[in-house]
């Protein structure tokens, strides 16, 4: 996935600073990432799958819609947020018991070095390199809907991001579907 992602990311993102963010990337783990440590796309690459998948479940929601964004924004909000896992994940190795036998198997953890957030994290990390508009930013914060832990305040920010920037609802719905629908666990050999 890595070419496609890098076809579709330099084919539409083309502000001040987007070079130097892919430049970033390619030196970090992200291609070779899992989305997730066992939800969904737990596996070598499946961060840059992920994304390109969310990407382009936003696009044909965004057309059906008629919402009026620009190829760049939905580039820019599909393929990059999830930026926050870059260099988060590791693989360590437990003991599992096998037909009564304890054998070693690897599996996923993390080790956040930027303990920053979810989405907001995201949102800090494209910031040090290229500008965001505010529909792009609050899309890339609120995209994991009612699954963010700042839902739980009770002062419904996220309703009016919702509300405002009805990019936000769309995003969060086409991450949402892509996780649930299109993507697997694979268990780590």
């Known amino acids: 996935m890595e070419s496609e992602f890098i076809k579709i990311y330099k084919s539409h993102i083309k502000r001040d600073g987007a070079d130097k963010l892919l430049e970033w990337l390619q030196g970090t783990d992200f291609f070779k990432s ?19 998948k969310v990407y382009k479940r936003l696009c044909k929601l965004a057309k059906d819609e008629k919402l009026k964004v620009t190829d760049e924004c939905l580039a820019v909000v599909g393929l990059l947020h999830d930026i926050c896992k870059t260099d988060t994940y590791k693989t360590e190795m437990r003991n599992v018991k096998e037909n009564g036998e304890w054998v070693q198997k690897p ?16 949102v800090y990390i494209i910031g040090g390199f290229m500008k965001l508009s505010r529909e792009e930013a609050m899309a890339i914060n609120w995209h994991m809907g009612g699954f963010d832990v700042r839902n739980m305040d009770g002062k419904n920010t996220i309703s009016g991001a919702f509300t405002q920037f009805p990019l936000t609802i769309l995003f969060h719905v086409s991450d949402l579907l892509t996780s649930y629908l299109d993507e697997k666990t694979v268990p780590l050999k």
């Open 34 to 52: 899992p989305a997730s440590t066992k939800f969904h796309s737990n596996f070598e690459g499946g961060l840059a799958d992920h994304s390109v």
């Open 107 to 122: 599996y996923y953890t993390t080790d956040d070095k930027l303990p920053y957030g979810h989405g907001e994290k995201s």
